[in-house]
């Protein structure tokens, strides 16, 4: 990945917390790739029950970056709505 504005964060951050940038870059590529394999590793949602994501490590927070995760009550109403409309 060679991007200018990755590559001026990774000099930022390094600066920051007194490493070199290249220790910056492998803990941001560490954190993505775990995201990553964990995503890979879900089943598929369409066919997992509510209540089987419930039991599933799927959110993500990084301070001051961002948050992922899985709105578990966004898919139920989806679901909902879709058993109404279509009686699936």
Do not use: C, W
């Not at 990945?1 to 940038?21: A, G, R, T």
């Not at 419930?54 to 139920?76: V, Y």
């Amino acid at each position: 990945m060679k991007s200018k504005s990755l590559n001026n964060l990774f000099v930022s951050v390094s600066n920051q917390h007194h490493v070199s940038p290249m220790v910056a870059k492998k803990v941001y590529e560490s954190v993505f790739s775990l995201m990553r394999q964990v995503i890979k590793e879900l089943p598929e949602l369409h066919e997992t029950s509510i209540e089987e994501m419930k039991q599933l490590r799927t959110n993500f927070f990084l301070p001051k970056f961002a948050r992922f995760f899985i709105d578990i009550d966004k898919i139920s109403k989806k679901r909902e709505l879709k058993i109404r409309k279509y009686g699936k």
